[in-house]
């Protein structure tokens, strides 16, 4: 059984950082496209980044703030958060897949999300 456990929300001020993780069993990891989105309230799911063996991508509103990287020895992914501004606020999921895409129905599983609130 898959699974991917998210962890490193939290309530941070504009311009703090935060490290969020993905740990994932129950799959080969290394084979994997790992991927974050995040979902506002009233908004729906977004992509944020993928990750897959050597490529990562990253939607414009989080290029040169947010990073993302994978650890196969520990099967964890990590997304390091920089410079966080309101609008950052969500909950942050991660999935995987078998192809590095921006599109949602690309990931076969997805985690149960971490909240991330930034104030101003």
């Known amino acids: 059984q898959v699974q991917l456990v998210e962890s490193g929300g939290g309530s941070v001020q504009a311009g703090g950082s935060l490290r969020l993780s993905c740990a994932a069993s129950g799959l080969t990891f290394s084979v994997y496209i790992m991927a974050w989105f995040r979902q506002a309230p009233g908004k729906e799911r977004q992509f944020v980044t993928f990750i897959s063996s050597g490529n990562t991508d990253y939607a414009d509103s989080v290029k040169g703030r947010f990073t993302v990287s994978r650890d196969n020895a520990k099967n964890t992914v990590y997304l390091q958060m920089n410079g966080l501004k309101p609008e950052d606020t969500a909950v942050y999921y991660c999935?995987?897949?078998?192809?590095?895409?921006?599109?949602?129905?690309?990931?076969?599983?997805w985690g149960q999300g971490t909240q991330v609130t930034v104030s101003p």
């Open positions: 999935a995987a897949g078998w192809i590095g895409s921006p599109e949602r129905s690309a990931y076969s599983y």
